[in-house]
């Protein structure tokens, strides 16, 4: 590729707080075969980039000048030769399933390679497609195809007031199934109440496995959709019915994982971004994403809109601050 032009994206130099986030001129490369140039008009935040600046992600930057960001929408301004499936002028979505190391959508344009893009659903504005690919893709990838949630199953959803685990409620409640919503504290439980979520457990107060014994008779979930690991997964195996299942699909913990001696049980990890290098997986994503959008079953739920690329840092201080609910937004 030939460098044609810059643009200006967001970088880092060390590892550290949102502090360390700053707003540069870089260049930008004219995209070759098979991949397609993007105007950014939104980006919606995820916690792995939090990890990732900090270096406790599960792989570390290529310092300096790392570039970050999983999820973003805008336009395609150009392809490169043998590019089949967009074209200019095409509102699309990013898929997450790329490397920060390779790729990082914080920035006004970026190069991205065909496959990691989709169409953004129909009649949809930016800001609401920024905050939608990962979190539905990762709930419906996680709950429905990796965990075969069915109507009237229980599912415990941990972390539930994150973008994904708003998500998740709605995804359940899309399915016929019970969400039971973990938080740790008490001041987002009616909002969860309000989202969906049939029950919620706050975890610095309750006991998470009597909690759910309690609200399913005694028998216990059917499900487990769990973003933390570390030693409390196993009380969340602990929560489940005999043969139950335990859907693993993040690290904010980064202990060991334990696992409960509950069995029979059935534990599987679910990578959104490896999952989403498949074209097929893509396409039924992008079809429940877009039917749900359509129907209203599925509501992005938005914590908060920044405006400009300069607001980056701000917008990680809410996301570490965890007082929020839903997906944290920056309108470039």
Known sequence: MT????????LFHELGGPEVLEVEEVPLAEP????????????????????????????PPTLPGSRLGYEASGVVEA??????????????????NFDFRDHGVYGERVVLPEESVVRAPAGVDAVTSAATWLTYST????????????PGDHVVITGASSGVGTAAIQTALRAGAVPIATTR?????????DLGAAHVITTESEDLVREVRRVTGGVG????????????????????????TAVL??????RPVQLSLNWPQTVHTHANGITSRDASYRRRAAAYIGSGLTS??????????????????????LMESNTHLGKIVVRV
């Open 3 to 10: 460098t044609s032009s810059t643009t200006k994206a967001v």
């Open 32 to 59: 070759g075969p098979g991949e397609v140039l993007v105007r950014v008009e939104a980006i919606g935040l995820n916690r792995a980039e939090a990890l990732f600046r900090a270096g406790t992600y599960y792989y």
């Open 79 to 96: 392809v490169g030769t043998d590019v089949t499936e967009h074209a200019v002028g095409d509102a699309v979505t990013t898929v997450a």
């Open 139 to 150: 709930a419906y990838g996680g709950l429905i195809e990796t965990g075969g949630l069915a």
């Open 185 to 193: 504290g008490g001041a987002k439980r009616q909002r969860l109440l």
């Open 221 to 244: 979930a059917r499900l487990a959709f769990d973003a933390i690991g570390g030693p409390g997964f196993a009380a969340l195996g602990d929560a489940l019915a005999p043969g139950g």
């Open 249 to 254: 699909y993040g690290t904010l913990d980064p």
């Open 296 to 317: 209203g079953a599925l509501t992005p739920v938005i914590a908060e809109v920044f405006d400009g690329l300069e607001r980056i840092a701000d917008a990680h201080r």
